[in-house]
């Protein structure tokens, strides 16, 4: 046989089979590409360059690690798909006269032509869309990136050696199918049927049992560091239900609709549902899939949206000067910082850089960590209070922050507030007016009263730790020695905070920064009149903003390419099924339109059955959202994002997107199964 021929046979294989092959090719050049532009982002010097580079470096290995596993498992299943659905074509070869060893030539060559064409094309649109990824990046991270160059020969080359080896080993598993099948398996392979499946109702209990698990934990979880522990436990025991309810509980809601006479003896009805019945062995994996990517898609989105857009707010809170100065000092050391002096060299400072200060403000703030007393907790009292002590359960932890009216005139800008011995005010959220008592470990207490509720300081109301922040004020510093002392000095920690408003650019303000730290490493006189402290923190908000949108963005980023990549997979899925069932059902309604089933009957039953295909895996995946909702809101909580409604709006924006999305997919794929049953 002629050399030539196989290239030809091959291209015709291609050619003929161009619905198969077309999604195929455009599957593994999106594929590659997504996974081309995460190396180069990874390979570019310039990105090496940036502020925040470490947050930007590890997304996208992570992105390249997920988008290579995800492309493994899809390319394969694809790949499979096809060589079921062309076995009668081998198998005709072979029966013509055609050796194994020739088919397996010609599927050499089809390798190499999916090769060129999908790992080539995907090449090309990666270096495209290698720019337009880094336009993006730059806006979502708020800050220029010096990139190099949109093309990089390393990352493509690692790209080609990755999906080239996905081939070859797609190309070897073909094979291996190949020589162990004979002509007529091969000849009818495509024509198989499935016997009907057995209700397995131990399936569907183990199932019910998983899910019920996975909710629980997902709704009644409180404490953010347990929801981080649980999450992916939550999140097996619902994979794990969901397949069990799918491939068992499918089974028996379809012959529940069997039994319901009034229901399955339409025409619509009759034939969905038992065609449906007979697949259900397949068409539940392949449901299944459809809702565990689906609500992996709007999960993974809604998530770093929501990481993202609460990142303004974070920062805005704990970073609300330019200049950000914390100083730690102990008054029993005979410590105490001189705040007239810091501010004057912070003047001074930035005099000398010509940056202008538009405001200074400062004070003082005693910091410790306590729990919230409760009915039955081992320090109860008889009026609301905390105990000094941590508890074991997170969603009872406090950390306060204890300021004089002095200090909150002082760092708020605000007149002192009007309090007597004994009574707190507080800013913000916090206890209610009345009665409070804080109550040691020993067993000494301290009765507070709680007369006014204040406007709250940016700087302690947010924090990135598990527990809520609580900002109290007191008369005078008597008062709040009385809390140290009751607490114990070595679980508590004195600081000043000087806070500089300055008049310049994001840019001048990062320069100014590197030149402040430039100064406090070579002048050992630097800090000379600004008294006794233990420690000198500055932190300048352009900086701290750079490496928060480094990290939100970087998630972003990555949570909407991954969710690309997965959207891809499950319209690849859903598109492959409805192609194989509209194969297989060609033949039936081909029956049913000679018994005298009509064009319009054909199409409305067509509608009942991709409807039910199509509804059950989306309403499972909302279902799944629904109940994830807590637990993602309490895990954001320890990235500084507390505001429910923040999680809840990108949740519902992120849900109806998707459903937009789901739509058209179903129109697509309804028309084409419409198209091949005809």
């Not at 580079?53 to 390319?75: E, N, R």
């Not at 100083?327 to 940056?355: K, M, T, Y």
């Not at 997107?657 to 179903?666: P, S």
Request: with cysteine; proline share 4%.
């Amino acid at each position: 046989m002629r050399n030539g021929l196989y290239p030809k046979l091959a291209a015709q294989g291609i050619r003929q089979n161009r619905r198969f092959f077309v999604p195929y090719l455009l599957a593994l050049a999106g594929l590659t590409a997504a996974f081309y532009v995460m190396s180069a982002l990874c390979s570019d010097p310039g990105v090496r360059e940036m502020r925040g580079f470490d947050y930007v470096m590890v997304m996208m290995q992570i992105g390249m690690f997920v988008a290579g596993v995800l492309s493994a498992v899809l390319l394969l299943y694809i790949n499979s798909f096809l060589m079921k659905q062309r076995k009668k074509e081998l198998g005709l070869y072979n029966i013509l006269g055609m050796g194994k060893g020739n088919i397996a030539l010609i599927q050499c060559w089809e390798s190499l032509y999916t090769a060129i064409l999908g790992i080539g094309g995907g090449l090309v649109l990666g270096v495209a869309f290698h720019k337009l990824a880094a336009v993006a990046l730059v806006r979502l991270l708020q800050f220029p990136i010096p990139f190099h160059s949109s093309l990089s020969p390393a990352a493509m080359a690692r790209t080609a050696a990755f999906f080239g080896l996905l081939l070859l080993l797609a190309l070897v598993l073909n094979l291996f199918r190949v020589r162990l099948s004979n002509p007529i398996e091969l000849l009818h392979g495509g024509s198989v049927g499935e016997k009907e499946p057995r209700t397995r109702w131990l399936l569907a209990v183990i199932g019910a049992v998983c899910l019920g698990a996975g909710y629980f934990i997902a709704v009644t979880t409180k404490d953010p560091a347990l929801a981080m522990a649980f999450y992916f436990l939550a999140v097996i025991l619902v994979i794990i239900g969901t397949y069990c309810l799918f491939t068992a509980g499918s089974i028996a809601l379809l012959k529940l609709l069997r039994k319901n006479k009034g229901y399955y003896y339409q025409t619509g009805h009759f034939i969905g549902v038992s065609g449906m019945l007979y697949r259900m062995k397949r068409n539940a994996v392949g449901l299944a899939n459809i809702c565990i990517l689906s609500t992996m898609v709007m999960v993974m989105i809604s998530g770093t949206l929501a990481l993202y857009l609460g990142q303004g707010e974070i920062i805005a809170a704990q970073y609300p000067a330019s200049f950000n100065i914390t100083i730690g000092f102990d008054p029993s050391q005979g410590q105490q910082p001189n705040l007239d002096g810091a501010e004057r060299l912070v003047r001074s400072f930035a005099a000398d850089h010509s940056v202008p200060v538009s405001s200074l403000r400062s004070g003082r703030y005693l910091q410790f960590g306590g729990s919230e007393t409760r009915e039955g907790y081992p320090f109860p009292d008889s009026v609301p209070g905390f105990l000094t002590a941590a508890s074991s359960d997170n969603t009872l932890n406090r950390t306060f922050f204890v300021l004089t009216a002095a200090d909150y005139a002082g760092l708020s800008g605000q007149p002192a507030p009007a309090l007597a011995s004994r009574e707190l005010a507080v800013c913000g959220t916090g206890p209610a007016p009345g009665p409070l008592t804080f109550t040691s470990v020993g067993g000494g207490s301290l009765p507070f009263a709680v007369t006014q509720t204040l406007p709250s300081l940016p700087t302690f109301s947010v924090t990135t730790s598990m527990s809520e922040p609580v900002c109290l004020v007191t008369a005078d510093e008597t008062d709040r020695a009385a809390l140290r002392t009751l607490v114990g000095q070595g679980f508590t920690r004195y600081s000043a905070l000087v806070l500089a408003e300055l008049d310049c650019s994001g840019e001048e303000e990062l320069a100014l920064m590197d030149a402040w730290s430039d100064r406090t490493i070579n002048d050992a006189a630097f800090f000379d009149g600004t008294g006794d402290w233990e420690y000198w923190r500055t932190d300048s908000r352009a900086e701290m903003s750079v490496d928060g949108y480094a990290m939100a963005g970087g998630f972003l980023f990555l949570g909407v390419i991954l969710g690309i990549l997965f959207l891809m997979a499950t319209v690849l899925i859903i598109y492959y099924k409805q192609v194989s069932e509209g194969y297989e059902d060609q033949g039936r309604f081909e029956i049913m339109r000679k018994v005298g089933l009509s064009q319009r009957e054909v199409r409305a039953s067509i509608r009942s059955q991709v409807l039910l295909v199509f509804c059950l895996p989306i309403a499972v995946a909302a279902v799944h959202i629904l109940f994830d909702f807590n637990l993602v809101a309490r895990m954001l909580t320890m990235f500084g994002v507390r505001s429910v409604m923040t999680v809840a709006v990108c949740t519902a924006g992120t849900l109806l997107a998707f459903l937009a999305v789901y739509a058209a997919v179903y129109s697509l794929t309804a028309r084409t199964y419409y198209k091949i049953v005809r």
